[in-house]
């Protein structure tokens, strides 16, 4: 009999303890006992998906976790999200992310303050408007701004350099950004941008209307997570699987798209906690069951926002809807299936709450195979119960391997 495959993966759940949960982490807290029951029954451990000397970002864990050593394949965030939104890239051109963020009001801009990476995670329809704006005014023949999804936009720098200390605004929650500015290179040419979207956005029609509404702006652009383009094995021919993914992140449906797989929209999906989960879940027993598909990488972005947003009834919240809304309802359509099927639940990495932002530290995964027998030491799906299994991944991205061959 044939296996059906389907990574589950809740971006940044990990953490650690939290003096607001009593000093437990939200695993802990958190009521979940579909993701238990698979933990209990199948195989736990921790795995290490950052390798040593690269930054602990989305993009690499994310490429490590699908099977892709990131010291040979990570080129950057940016272009995996040009992929996903349809910009060709040329191999001269380098691609950054464009983050519209909120700034303080102090003067001059070196002297202002990260206040949201995202600006209160504004809608995509109002962040297309000032993302026009940032176009008809910063584009040249050789720098193109495109609008992305949320907060999540795109500058392409044809016959671009890399080399640029770019620091990401979620690592810099409430703290002066004269020393985050850009540096290297090109460092004053994006500082000087990014000053310039200042004075056309902080008073744009659409911030002030937000700023009427209780929101904050979106009143300036940031810039980081160069690269060029990627160039991934074939995940089918790799692993003789069809997949898909499924994702509201660019980044994550880039990588998916860079390895030959799927993207499967589903509506009403987002990167935050206001997305349609349960889509998520039928989207995955449809590509399963009904569409052919042997593996699906379903991807949740909730969690890490929480994370940095230091939100923490809302973190174990995600974690409780992941488990009640796309864990459950998955295995119990697999299992009237009647296929054989493996799940594997992981974070990609953690994003600690008392931080804010995300570290390289190994995150606990889950195995589970359908008919599996009971398991000799019975965990429920903490970070301390993955240690405690004393099973450890050092090279994350050969994990995908251990989940499909076993």
Known sequence: MEMKYIVILGDGMADEPVPELSGKTPLEVANKPAIDYLSEHGELGMVKTIPNGIAPGSDAANLSVMGYNPNRYYSGRSPLEAVSMGI??????????????????????????????SSDEIPT?????????????????????????????????????????????????????AAFLPAGPAGEMFSKMMERSWTLLHNHPVNIRRKKEGLRPANSIWLWGEGRCPSLPDFGNKYHLKGSVISAVDLVRGIGLCAGLEVTDVEGATGNMHSNFAGKAQAAIDLLLNKGKDFVYLHVEAPDECGHRHEVQNKVKAIEIIDQQIVLPVKEALDASGEAYSIMVLPDHPTPL??????????????????????????????????????????GYTLMNRFIHG
């Open 354 to 395: 008392n931080i804010r932002t995300h570290t390289a530290s190994p995150v606990p995964y889950v195995i589970y195979r359908s008919g599996a027998a009971e398991n000799a030491l019975p965990l429920s799906y903490t970070e301390k119960n993955g240690i405690a299994s004393g099973k450890i991944i050092t090279r």
């Open 125 to 177: 329809e109002e962040s297309t408007e000032l993302m026009h704006a940032i176009s008809r005014h910063l584009d040249a023949e050789w720098l193109h701004f495109y609008a992305g999804r949320s907060y999540r936009h795109l500058l392409v720098w044809n016959h671009g350099q890399t080399g640029q200390h770019l620091v990401p605004p979620h690592d810099i929650p409430g703290r002066p950004i």
């Open 88 to 117: 060709p890239l040329k191999d001269t051109d380098v691609a950054l992310r464009c983050n519209l963020v909120t700034l303080s009001d102090d003067e001059p801009y070196a002297a202002k303050t990260m206040v949201d990476y």
